[in-house]
């Protein structure tokens, strides 16, 4: 990098064409909603056979080729910014040298030398002629050193100011040339294979070029606001707001785990965020996939006659023990995702709105909240939180119920906006005989519960501030009755189905208003009178005791019938026979007097 061509830079030029590449990002985006929300949904609705398969699934390849082409226009916008924000710091550094050392009787010159006067130190009686000096920019100590003395012994004091001009103009250069350098292979990095098929190499390529500006642009990233350290959901939402485009694109770009998981923000900045994490992760899980050999036979064939063997073969031994434990976790996390996927795709099926992604992580057991429906414009939103067990593998189970309940909803709804959210937002117990009695899974997930409901209602944009009610299931509710007493519940209704106990012994406990706590428990449900001894409540004062819980008449709950619904996992299975989801849809949608009570 030499001074002309650093003087000559424009670091808008640069930017103006980053800004370029925020709205083709935005149409790719636009795009891709048209196909998931509007065409595919279309498909979906009025063809059926092959041939309509084969349309979805080319529809679906171009989807997610908009979706790639989001990301990675996100991507270079963000490191052309980065480029520009590095070389305008060198280049004001430029600019200002050249400045100070006018002022001073110094010239800069086009080869970055600097020319200096003719000067006399004081009590001398001839002046000393004046010269040129070239900076060397950062130097040794001992440099340094012979660069001081130098300076004190040259009989011109002008000498010693231009020196240190034309150090600082090398050191402009350097950083300038550095910055070249470092951005030349970030940007050439940002290029898609010529294939028309993103692949999942396709998608691990974007989190390492993602890991590559990053890395590039600290002094950019450190330039830009960040959110609030443990921000609450009306802090994070003020962040977010005052933020320009150009600074939201390289949050998103850069930060997309970070900027998915915070409570507050709007539910479609945080489902593109969390949707590129679960891109960039299924891609991970893939490739892991692809690396694992097949499967040997399990068994051997029996030589001795038509019976199946019972003898395992030892090629399939070594196999699972080296990769068996591997395999399945990866199987389990791709079961998820691919689950959340479908759930995207159902989009339009018989009116089911779009799907949102508010929260995903594949740390531990995995994490994942998606809706039906958007709940920042929902008049109604279920949050619905799962029990033991729970997992991202399993979370199909989990959104289908709550698909169930939408539709029920939305049946009763009159017209108004309906949203029902999965919660996995928490390491739920993994075994129901070795976990499940413990009281700290609740305990611990509580606080991020509570969190999540203020933030709907931060983000909540109707007139009213939308009617949340929160919904638990087994283990769910004890976490629920955990966040009712450990904060404050922002919540207008509270479902219990299948409650072994809410570590609260009354409804006054629960933060909501009088009359709005709901309970369903099943014929020959076992769970709550096994789990009242480890997660009941304690009660006095009404001449009760301990380990209450919520679908005994001394709680105060509401008592709702749930109709031939048996057994502990029955309360959303979309039966007619059934009154257990008629009964939850009306709460959700405060149709409260559509509730049949139990005789």
């Excluded at 056979?49 to 171009?62: H, N, Q, R, T």
Aim: charged share 25%; glycine share 12%.
């Amino acid at each position: 990098m030499d001074l002309a061509t650093l003087k000559a830079f424009k670091p808008s030029e640069y930017e103006e064409a980053a800004g370029g590449y925020r709205p083709t990002a935005e149409m790719a985006s636009t795009a891709k909603d048209a196909i998931d929300i509007r065409i595919s949904a279309g498909v979906r609705n009025q063809l059926k056979g092959e041939a309509a398969e084969a349309a979805l699934s080319a529809l679906k390849g171009l989807s997610q080729n908009f979706h790639y082409a989001q990301t990675e226009c996100g991507l270079v916008g963000t490191a052309l910014n980065g480029f520009a924000f590095d070389m305008a710091v060198a280049k004001r550094k430029l600019e200002a040298v050249i400045e100070d050392a006018g002022a001073d009787g110094c010239t800069v010159n086009p080869d970055g030398s600097v020319s200096y006067p003719e000067g006399k130190r004081p009590g001398d009686d001839k002046l000393t002629d004046g010269g040129t000096v070239t900076g060397r920019g950062e130097g040794s100590p001992t440099t340094d050193a012979l660069e001081r003395q130098a300076v004190n012994l040259h009989p011109n004091p002008n000498y010693g100011r231009a020196v240190a001009y034309a150090n600082r103009v090398a050191d402009a250069l350097t950083e300038a040339t550095e910055a070249d350098t470092k951005w030349a292979p970030k940007l050439s990095a940002l290029k898609a294979d010529d294939e028309l098929k993103v692949s999942a190499r396709d998608w691990a390529d974007v989190q390492s070029d993602t890991g590559g500006v990053r890395e590039a642009g600290k002094a950019y990233r450190d330039s830009l606001r960040e959110a609030p350290k443990n921000g609450s959901p009306q802090e994070n939402a003020s962040w977010w707001k005052g933020l320009s485009p150009e600074d939201r694109s390289a949050h998103l770009a850069l930060n997309a785990a970070a900027v998915g998981a915070l409570d507050g923000l709007p539910a479609e900045t945080r489902d593109e965020a969390n949707r590129t994490v679960l891109a960039q992760a299924k891609a991970q899980v893939q490739l892991e996939l692809d690396k694992i050999p097949s499967e040997p036979t399990r068994y051997s064939p029996n030589p001795n006659g038509t019976y199946p063997a019972v003898i395992q073969n030892s090629s399939w031994s070594k196999w699972n023990e080296r990769y068996g434990e591997q395999k399945a976790r990866a199987d389990s996390s791709m079961a998820g995702m691919q689950a959340i996927e479908d759930c995207f795709e159902s989009t339009g099926e018989y009116g089911l709105p779009p799907a949102y992604l508010l929260g995903f992580d594949t740390e531990k057991n995995g994490r994942a909240i998606v809706a039906n429906g958007n709940p920042d414009t929902a008049d109604h939103t279920a949050v619905y939180v799962p029990g033991a067990t729970s997992n991202l593998g399993g979370i199909g189970g989990d959104v289908e119920r709550m698909t169930n309940l939408w539709r029920e909803s939305e049946a009763m709804a009159g017209g108004k906006e309906v949203s029902t959210v999965t919660w996995l937002g928490y390491d739920a117990p993994q075994s129901v005989v070795k976990d499940a009695p413990f009281r700290h899974y609740a305990e611990d997930g509580a606080s991020a519960f509570n969190k999540f409901m203020d933030g709907l209602n931060v983000a909540n944009t109707t007139d009213s501030g939308g009617h949340h009610t929160a919904i638990g299931h087994s283990y769910g509710t004890t976490l629920i009755g955990s966040a009712a007493r450990q904060g404050e519940l922002n919540v207008d209704d509270v479902v219990f189905a299948g409650s072994p106990g809410v570590q609260v012994g009354e409804v006054s406990q629960m933060d909501v208003p009088e009359g709005h706590v709901w309970s369903e428990e099943a014929e020959a449900d076992p769970v709550p009178d096994l789990g009242r001894f480890g997660h009941g409540g304690s009660q006095w004062h009404f001449g009760g005791g301990v380990a209450i819980i919520p679908s005994d008449e001394l709680f105060g709950a509401n008592q709702m019938a749930t109709g031939t619904s048996e057994g502990h996992s029955e309360y959303w299975d979309p039966d007619t026979d059934m009154d257990s989801l008629r009964n939850q849809a009306a709460v959700v949608t405060g149709q409260y007097g559509k509730v049949k009570l139990e005789e």
